[in-house]
């Protein structure tokens, strides 16, 4: 099993509409979490992260289940320009390091 | 901003080559990163540097060296190319666990 695993999509979403995808880690001691954003081509970078209490940014909301061991992003009102790929990163899901997840692929159309 | 900038978008190499690519950032971090990304393996940690001429080998160190002789430049070394290693290769720094910058990327392609 992959110590984060996400859904590679895509996720084809009408624009408006919302969509939400979860990312799942296998080591219930892992510490942190977080949410980056890659356009086509080009390199990741932070969206948010990820907190105990769930956070919000904007259209964007994450929520951390350490019960069940995932992390959730969820878009409101997409936009065309949210088309991307977002990734999870979870820190010491495999010893002291961060470990990325394979992306989950979202693509808002007209 | 915090800026990480890579030396070479695109280059091309041969098998047996020696390689380096560099990567400059400018926020004083502590913490830089060297990290490979290929379609349906995701991104996989090469090295890693905590501090000036310190370095930790990451998932994937095969093949690959680095060196980092001041605090804001770390550099990638692939002492002779292989095929296998046709890539993009992503550089980051960061100061806190988890909140990465990375630079542009160096795509590279081994001939």
């Known amino acids: 099993r992959k110590e984060v695993e996400q859904d590679p999509g895509p996720f084809n979403v009408p624009e408006g509409a919302t969509v939400a995808f979860n990312c799942t880690y296998s080591n219930s001691a892992s510490q942190s979490f977080f949410w980056y954003r890659q356009d086509c081509r080009k390199e990741p970078k932070l969206l948010m992260s990820?907190?105990?209490s769930g956070n919000e940014d904007g259209r964007f909301t994450a929520q951390l289940n350490r019960a069940s061991q995932y992390i959730s992003l969820l878009i409101r009102d997409s936009k065309l320009s949210d088309s991307a790929t977002y990734l999870c990163v979870v820190n010491g899901a495999a010893g002291n390091k961060l470990t990325f997840g394979g992306g989950t692929r979202v693509l808002v159309k007209p | 901003d915090v800026k990480v900038t890579q030396s070479s978008r695109y280059l091309v190499k041969r098998t047996g080559e020696k390689v380096f690519l560099e990567c400059v950032q400018d926020?004083?971090?502590?913490?830089m990163f060297w990290y490979r990304q290929d379609p349906g393996l995701g991104l996989r940690l090469i090295y890693f540097?905590?501090?000036?001429?310190?370095?930790e080998k990451g998932d994937i160190p095969e093949g690959y060296s680095v060196s980092r002789e001041k605090k804001e430049r770390f550099s990638l070394i692939l002492e002779s190319a292989s095929t296998n290693q046709t890539s993009m290769y992503l550089c980051a720094s960061s100061r806190a666990p988890g909140e990465l910058f990375f630079g542009e990327g160096s795509r590279l392609t081994v001939l």
């Open positions: 540097s905590y501090d000036v001429k310190m370095k």
């Open positions: 926020m004083d971090h502590e913490n």
């Open positions: 990820v907190y105990s």
